[in-house]
């Protein structure tokens, strides 16, 4: 066998299982604030950022009513808050955008699923950022945004480099998005996170080629159905993060908003195709993933044969010989072979003779 | 392996099998009241909850007529029936209502389905609370609800603490409840009802993750098939409830009533939404149990391939050993090798090699 | 593990193996009347009854003419046709009430799938009654019913008892069946094949059971193979009943049709309810049958671990033993050994320290 | 087990192979006509029936051009082509009936899928004949016709049988057929191949069951993997010709189109509720079959634990007895139960005691 | 078993693994231009076609820029430029024919699936031609084209044949290219693709049939798992390029744009169907590929039986027979059988009969 590169990168420490979010708080009003996530963070930051053709400001402040400062008419403000945990300053944030108490609560609560949500001011949209973190745990940023008459404000649990690049582009008016108005922002986002999907089943069509590997690599010899399910729950937490987000991508297509341009539309489309293309793989490493349990029952299975027939081998070959010196270790008085001059080689002859034999029968067979 | 915690919260004890519910009444006349549970409940009692943003009365009765007098106009009216087996209270209870008889067979139909019925002057709706009982056994609790116009009627099967933390709710005035409509108080109850599903697939998931942990540890030898059976069937029996459940949030959504507040409305999506989450949970969970099967089966074969591989070490080396020895044990009267002055000890030489080569064979498999 | 009382009423015979019915006529011109059931009854019987709420008339006649005479323009007349192989008397009566050939053709059919069809002046409908004979065999009744002004005929190929209890009630005038016209009373027709329905899915539950205590009850040794696959042929055969006989209700409730009253309406969607009851639980069944025989896979495989280990066990032990014992059995001039005072006691502790290990070994290997 | 008489009608030979079909010719110029077929007829023969109520004439000839003749304008004249192969007839009966190039293509053209096609003055039809030939075979008949005003064109890529009794139903004005246009023969010619299909599902069963009896009974030892398959491919085959096929007659039943009657469209109805029937059938069958796997699975586990019991058995009860003969086969000097006056019956008495104990110990096990 | 000629066509190398194609460019700008497949072609060539009924020039250039030279407008101009690297020159075509940035970056990302998007002023188009290159490893071809007024322009990432014949067929005025618009010539493109998936689906028919072959005959030892794994992806690689085609063309069938001519939608249905035809295929391809699996577990379970079966026959017959011997090589003062005239052979008399009990034990359970 040709040796292959093994791509491992995310090696999953097997301690933290992490669980599929679930909604904790129980028998709550609804509409009260609990951030649901495990991402304490001590100290919220916000981000600043207004923009326009020929301005850009970008501020990073501690409290998020410095953002309601009165601006330019022409600019957009992008409000980016890190941190959910302190549930006060977005509920100021909340007063002065006029936001549906339920939209806070779904700020903060991370077992939220991908949606998009339509008032008549807003829209609110809910989504997933899955990676693996650095000790490759696989991770759940929960992120929601809101988009309005020139400005949009994001939520995310913690600081990420997410949104990095397109902050760049922004300062440097790289690409399209100075230019464009705040729904472009929000387009330009969602795309970030797309492709960050990429990555994210790049990595799984390298852990399922790696196990592949193992399984075709007869010596393996380690048990890999844990792996195995570790990578079906992966793909399934990928699968629940991603369809749904499809969805509010077809949504945000179709809708009839004022807040969305029509040149931003075709990019939503070209997004769509995107997501499309992500939900298509996901669909084949959920099978590929799903399959590799078989080959690794036929696996097994092969193996066993191999023992079985070593052990069918040994013992069909060993058996009868032995019977036949059992024979002539028999004490009667009267066994006349026993007294022929040349007998024992005789009978070493015949125990050839059969060795042989059954050599020549298990050869037949193919199992030598 | 590094040890972890199992979670085994809701070992279920293996006597009481339940079985999904059917509805058992044969041949009778559509529309007759006949109770299908098994919760007789000897006291039928009766919560009467009268509030409005001001006001706050709470009686327990025997009696349902109590809840026919008169009253403020204003005032929100919550009817709680606790037991559904004083069939001529239920009978009462719709003629005052002028509820369909079809309506009133549902009610004590606990075999029906969740499902919503829109008549003109009410809506019925239909749905299932599962739970864990203290003895572990999963539960199944029937409950009906009308609205009306200022008034809700539920109907349960037994004393439950499900709505209890609601009533406190409103004697507290805590929350919106107070200052909204009775469909308001409709939502909430629907509202607790999903947060009791997202305890259950927490608990699900917590014994599909014991489940697993017991297949992954090596030494197990337990024969989990009946539990891997019985969590599907928990499965299929949350499935059979929650699924049609969502349905009903989702006609609720859309529904034509005046009964239902146009603010409410964005409630109910929002309770569309966790209930989706529910259900795309199901369906992960469901994926899951059904792999543990496969599991199962991999973990047995793993098993037999190292007692395979046992049995055919010890048995090809020490049968061609029982060969050689076998051999000098012969009583040929010629067998010069016996004479020899140190032929015992060269037959051990020899029979060591044997030993060894075999070994350095299974070695070199990778058995040892 | 604790006793449970076994409910296997429907204890198959296993000779006469029923086939999913197929329709048999070939080639035959479209609307040629030939029964293709299986149950020729010499004597076809007729049962007239004819009511209003004050008038009840209920006479069995050989001939169908008898049915045509004059009645009173306010009374619903029921006809029933006990047996379909007169095909003479089918042709009278479809002449007399201008029925279509192709509804004729249908009436015989017993493999016609459940369906309904709308004429201008008449509905005809098509379902199927499944039940357990007495023999436990799993029979297949082919019904079908037209629904005119102020009429119901229906054919049943032999005389059953399903339609007894309503034809009591009418008597009897229990219920509403004497006030409402001839649609309440197809739908109460339709309404208790759903409740024999419900009892059928009963039964298949019970026998699911049984077949899992089998697999759980490790003593068992029969081979069940058979029985699961005859439970998933009558699994799929009630599932190719139930499911399009839904969607002849579905269409029911929708139909727009001045043969059916508003009021009935209301009954057909509870009906419809009922249904799907049926039909979820018919696809748990179906998933819970499909899982019989991966449990029944697992249970093999552990059974034969089982053997195998106490072959490996016995064969691990004593082999290494034997091949002890053959070294002393040589005939070597010099075996030193042999000639020790205690040389037997010492080889016997030996012997006994080998086992002993041996038995540590697989003590600690959890095989005994 | 009692007999049953096995039906095996349709005994495939396994030489010949079928493949399912695909269009061969490649990158050829659109609407360029190459007979895909293998059925190379030399002689093409056309079969030319016109009728009306009263008149009916049949005549057989190798040239199309003498059905172009002038014709009554009341009567039907339905052409009949046997064989493909002739291009140039068939161009010429397009070019006479202003046949689409794309029509004539898909005519000869056997891979061609079943579908309809809409044309102003005509309807065109494509459909799968499937039948097992003499030598058992599985064949496909690719049957296209085009209906126009007052004439129906049938093809067929070789004579067959399909059409007889249609043919004498004309000759013999039996039935509706020559009271009624070509729209009613284009019926009846779909419901002869419906009628066909039946027949096909009904030999399936039978070898369903074949083949489950052949699991059923222990004794059988073939290989029925190589079966299973092969009933899978014919399953799916019919499956790609049936299921289409039913999409043509619902689009059938739902055009509006002057060329098909509206009386003819309730007979169409009827068809498709038979197509129905055959889908859902054949959708059972799949499941059936492809259970057969499992149980084939489960039957050779099955076998196998019976072979590893009889080795359990046999091992376990002569290796210790062997062993105990080798201990006192040994030559120590000092044995002392050597020199016993009954030492060789107490030897027996132990052995006969280990022996009766194993054997009560396998039975304790309901290994015997 | 006759023998079958193995069809191996496509012998996969094992080494170069492709993947599925995924979007590499992260994080970038929307509408930035990268060409991401992996056949970097020094020289990007473009071809140059213009043709009317009367005129046909062609002629290969370097530069597209000379493809934006004046032509007579009734000249239908079909532009093929072959190499995506040169992003340049896709740039300077994009600005001549004022193409959307997105697709420009759709043309150059290998990795986006089959879509159309319509402009109002052209149609773009993508999809994949599939081939197994020269070494048999499974290519991906991604080309996408641009539908304006009276011209096509067409992109590949390599120099192929794909388009040679259609080239042939505009020089040689054969078929109705020449007098057709170049809609008619997208529409003899995208036939030629799904031409080529025919083959493609008669290659993997081959190879289903090669693998099934292999596991019917039971010599074969080889491990196929990787064969099928390999044959899985190869599967799911083509539905995956397929069946957004077909979207493609459905759409395009129902599109309302003056670009496509009414005579072209027929030609266009008719490619719809035979699309149709190709992922009916695939699923039954797809279907039979997962039963392999399957198949190759119940023939290592049938081997293994029969491994068992050699080693349970030789070791029940000489286990006995060797306790036997051992019986009488025993030392004991008084065995009185060891005295006796014809002892030995009694002894062999008891042998050969126990032996030929076991065999015919072993006869009547068919194991021999």
Do not use: C
């Not at 009839?256 to 029509?262: N, P, V, Y």
């Not at 009667?332 to 080689?345: C, K, Q, T, V, W």
């Amino acid at each position: 066998m040709t040796k292959r590169i093994k791509i491992k990168k995310p090696k999953i420490p097997k301690i933290p299982k992490i669980k599929l979010a679930h909604k904790k708080i129980q028998n709550d009003v609804p509409g009260t604030l609990t951030y649901t996530g495990s991402k304490e963070q001590k100290h919220v930051t916000v981000d600043l950022i207004d923009y326009s053709p020929s301005i850009h400001k970008n501020v990073t402040v501690d409290d998020v009513s410095q953002a309601f400062n009165k601006k330019h008419p022409e600019e957009i403000s992008w409000i980016n808050i890190n941190g959910l945990s302190d549930i006060d300053q977005i509920e100021r944030l909340g007063e002065h955008y006029k936001l549906h108490p339920l939209i806070l609560e779904d700020i903060v609560d991370t077992s939220q699923r991908p949606k998009i949500d339509e008032y008549p001011d807003y829209l609110f949209v809910v989504f997933k950022m899955l990676y693996y973190n650095d000790e490759g745990v696989f991770m759940n940023e929960h992120i929601s945004l809101v988009l309005g008459e020139n400005y949009l404000i994001t939520f995310q649990e913690a600081d990420g480099d997410v949104f990095d690049s397109l902050r760049q582009r922004i300062a440097n008016a790289k690409g399209r998005v100075r230019n464009a108005g705040a729904d472009y922002l929000m387009f330009a986002i969602m795309d970030a996170v797309v492709d960050h999907y990429f990555t994210l089943i790049e990595t799984m069509s390298d852990r399922i080629e790696a196990l592949e590997d193992i399984l075709f690599s007869n010596t393996a010899e380690q048990d890999i159905t844990q792996d195995i399910q570790e990578l079906k729950r992966e793909v399934l937490r990928l699968r629940k993060a991603v369809f749904p987000f499809r969805e509010v991508v077809n949504r945000l297509e179709k809708i009839d908003s004022q807040l969305i341009d029509e040149r931003t539309i075709t990019y939503i489309r070209d997004l769509y195709d995107h997501v499309t293309q992500v939900t298509d793989s996901i669909d084949i490493y959920r099978e590929m993933t799903w399959g590799l349990m078989d080959m690794y029952m036929t696996t097994i299975s092969n193996k066993m044969n191999e023992v079985m027939k070593v052990l069918t081998i040994m013992a069909s070959i060993f058996i009868p010989l032995t019977f036949m010196a059992g024979i002539y270790g028999m004490n009667f008085d009267h066994i006349p072979e026993l007294h022929l001059r040349y007998g024992y080689y005789y009978l070493w002859a015949a125990m050839i003779a059969v060795f042989l034999g059954l050599l020549y029968y298990f050869k037949r067979k193919k199992w030598l």
